[in-house]
Every structure is written in structure tokens, then in C-alpha cells.
């Protein structure tokens, strides 16, 4: 499944800075949350960007989004490198778990 999204006043993902990234995060997760309050957001293990859990999710929650298959996978491919998809990671991305198993 591909996204997209636009944000004013905010680069794209291969032009953007760390403080960029995470405010998109907070906006996001907010956006979220205000649509689906029984919902949860869970940032990749090792992200520091999200209060909650500064840590990202646990390695049990990893796990069980990766038999899942809903967790975000790290790039790997040289254009995605090059381009700046990987810049920072894990920091300010993750899954946010709705209910009914639906996942943004």
C-alpha cells in the first residue's frame, strides 16, 4: 500500500529535517487521535521522537506488527537511500493501530 500526503509548509520526505519529520508526527498522530480515540500509535522501536514512548514500541509489539506485515520496513534499495527515505531512521515514524485492525 503506497500514501501520500501534503502538509503546508512542510518538505517532502526526501528534503526533510529531523525537527521537520517529527513535528509531521505530532500532527499526524493528533490528526489520528482526534478521528479515532480507541486507536493507538506506536513509533518503530528505537525512535526517541514521541513522548509516550521514548523508546518506540516494544520488541513484543514489533513482532507482532511484523507477522502482521503492518510494520514499516527500513529502506534498503539504493534509490531509496540516495533519495533520503532512510535519513534519521527509526526517528518520528510509526503505525498508528485503530480498531477493527485498520492501520495508517
Do not use: T
Not at 500532527?27 to 489520528?32: F, G, H, Q, R
Not at 510494520?71 to 498508528?96: C, I, K, M, T
Amino acid at each position: 500500500v503506497a500514501i501520500s500526503r501534503n502538509l503546508s509548509g512542510i518538505r517532502m520526505p526526501p528534503a526533510v529535517q529531523r525537527e521537520e519529520r517529527r513535528k509531521v508526527e505530532r500532527l499526524l498522530v493528533k490528526a489520528l487521535l482526534d478521528i479515532e480515540a480507541s486507536g493507538s500509535y506506536e513509533p518503530l522501536r528505537g525512535s526517541s521522537s514521541y513522548a509516550s514512548k521514548p523508546q518506540g514500541m516494544s520488541y513484543e509489539k514489533e513482532s507482532e506488527m511484523k507477522v502482521a506485515g503492518r510494520l514499516l520496513q527500513e529502506p534498503q534499495s539504493d534509490l531509496q537511500l540516495s533519495s533520503g527515505y532512510g535519513r534519521h531512521w527509526p526517528d518520528a515514524r510509526g503505525v498508528f493501530d485503530g480498531s477493527q485492525g485498520l492501520v495508517a
